[in-house]
């Protein structure tokens, strides 16, 4: 048996990451040009708000406190600005279609009733996404889920409220930064609950200072008894200029072992009490309603981001605005975008070769657990994975992170694997982007 590597090396939920970013050459490429030939009927939107009321000490997300002076208003015009200039950039050469749509954070419900409201008109009337026929998934926290603002939510069509609670225990709340009342929290589930919204999701964190399995416990059957359809178990990472990042010591080994025994309780907690896994952190109700649109895939199909935070990806280009971690970088960034007129090109981001499309669908299927068809890979590729990543699956292997006991055709993480996928995901990475998030400069 290899020795494995730590289990926590970063979570991988998009690739190439950010952080391996820069900005293109003059002339940036035109967004028209970018889409002219890529498949445009299952696309998925993502809308960015980078607003929130406080600032969790383990959050390292594209957000700033508060939104003086109109800013929202501003954004919101920049947003329908930037949705005019990419729908128009989509063009009329084949039909348009969306078959997801999400708001995210940021706090998209840090704005008010109204402008949730005029956030749904940008994405259906300058979009075209139909919000009321495909799923709608929308971030709250517990300070801003209020009846008005879940109420335009739901009359405008959001299919799931996705809310972080991350701890029940008031005293650990307090230790990751985040100040709330465990009443607080309580009030707004239960305002989520009254609007009919399909699908629930809570997040919480394992690996929090003080925690042990029976606080954790306790914060698991507390998120337990409001049954949501969604449970997400993030483990604690702490990380360069966010508020614990600046007060706590680096990460090790003993560290690494609580987490990963809080999350092999967790896991089993909510596996004997009727829920599936479908990766490393999400778990969702056997009996829960479908979320995912049914002809959409994440490994092929193209992503439309609106905000300065989002990301929108073609099959050869990633891109988005600049990234930062830091407050007053973040205001200037959101400056910028405040102030842009023209949003017809990409300015920063990053091509996408054949290796690194093999790559990132290797990641997002494996990272799952049903696992990847190696037939598809094979079809699209025109190629083995096994020949590709003949030397990491080796490895995989022999660490125990592949299970041996799946079905031909299927190449599907272990129970240990799934536990591991926040080391599995970057041992991935290409040399390429590894040395691009080398060489970032956090700010």
Avoid at 81 to 87: C, F, G, H, L, P
Avoid at 153 to 164: D, H, V, Y
Avoid at 242 to 263: H, I
Avoid at 286 to 308: E, F, K, N, R, S
Wanted: net charge negative; aromatic share 10%; charged share 25%.
């Amino acid at each position: 048996m290899t020795d494995a590597p730590r289990p926590y090396d970063s979570y991988v939920y998009a690739y190439p990451h950010k952080t391996a970013y820069r900005p293109l050459p003059d002339p940036a490429p035109d967004l028209a040009a970018l889409w002219r030939d890529e498949p445009n009927g299952a696309l998925s939107l993502y809308a960015h708000i980078p607003f929130c009321e406080v600032r969790c000490g383990f959050c390292n997300l594209f957000t700033r406190i508060g939104a003086p002076d109109e800013l929202t208003t501003r954004y919101l015009d920049a947003l329908d600005r930037q949705a005019a200039a990419v729908r128009e950039a989509l063009g009329d050469s084949g039909p348009v279609r969306f078959a997801t749509a999400a708001f995210g954070g940021g706090t998209p419900t840090f704005l008010t009733a109204d402008e949730l409201d005029r956030l749904c008109d940008i994405a259906e009337k300058r979009m075209g996404a139909d919000l009321r026929a495909i799923p709608l998934s929308v971030e709250t926290s517990p300070s801003t889920a209020t009846a008005d603002r879940l109420a335009v939510l739901a009359e405008r069509g959001a299919t799931r409220l996705s809310i972080g609670v991350q701890s029940f225990v008031e005293g650990e709340a307090r230790a990751a930064v985040r100040p709330q009342r465990p009443a607080d929290v309580e009030d707004a589930l239960a305002r989520i609950r009254a609007t009919g919204v399909p699908v629930l999701n809570i997040d919480l964190i394992y690996g929090i200072d003080g925690q042990t399995e029976r606080t954790w416990t306790h914060s698991l059957d507390a998120a337990l008894a409001w049954r949501p359809e969604e449970l997400y178990l993030y483990p604690l990472y702490v990380r360069p200029l966010t508020g614990l990042g600046r007060l706590s010591p680096a990460a090790d080994r003993e560290w690494d072992e609580q987490r990963l025994r809080l999350y092999r309780h967790g896991r089993d907690h909510l596996l004997a009490r009727g829920y599936e896994q479908v990766s490393m952190r999400m778990f969702r109700r056997t009996d829960a309603p479908p979320q995912g649109a049914d002809d959409h895939a994440c490994q092929t199909d193209g992503m439309i981001g609106l905000g300065c935070g989002a990301r929108s990806y073609t099959s050869a280009l990633h891109y988005s605005f600049d990234y930062a971690v830091e407050m007053r970088e973040i205001r200037a960034i959101i400056d910028d975008y405040t102030a842009t007129e023209d949003f017809t090109r990409a300015r920063v981001g990053r091509w996408v070769d054949a290796d690194e499309a093999r790559r990132r669908h290797l990641l997002q299927s494996l990272l799952q657990a049903r696992g990847m068809e190696t037939d598809a890979y094979a079809a699209r590729f025109g190629a083995s994975v096994f020949a590709d990543f003949a030397a990491e699956l080796g490895r995989f292997e022999a660490l125990g992170w592949l299970d041996p006991a799946a079905p031909a055709g299927l190449l599907r993480l272990s129970p240990e694997g799934l536990a591991h996928s926040d080391a599995l995901g970057p041992a991935l990475f290409s040399p390429a982007v590894r040395a691009a998030m080398a060489a970032y400069e956090p700010k």
